[in-house]
């Protein structure tokens, strides 16, 4: 059996952390916000945000995080899965 060693190189921590990836993720959460956007409930709609963070270190690496006010998500998730069903309908899961 042959065994194979990635070693992370400063080129693929550039990558991992580059904009240009940040938009491409982007670009695959814009769908699951505008889903997560046609709830009913207004305040929880209205308190909806995706942001952008870039981890530092060199594990670090761009993710994007979509989410609501914790105690209204948190409800409205619990009571109707709206997240769950915009990432369904996005096709990741």
Known sequence: ???????????????????????????????VLEAAQRDPNEAYVASLRMRRFVSSGKRGRVSIQIGAHPVIGARV????????????EAGLT
């Open 1 to 31: 059996m042959a065994k194979v060693t990635i070693r992370q190189t400063g080129s693929l921590e550039r990558v991992a952390k580059s904009e240009k990836l940040g938009d491409q993720l982007e670009k695959i959460a814009r769908p």
């Open 77 to 88: 998730e619990a009571k109707r899965g709206t997240l769950a069903r915009a990432l369904g």
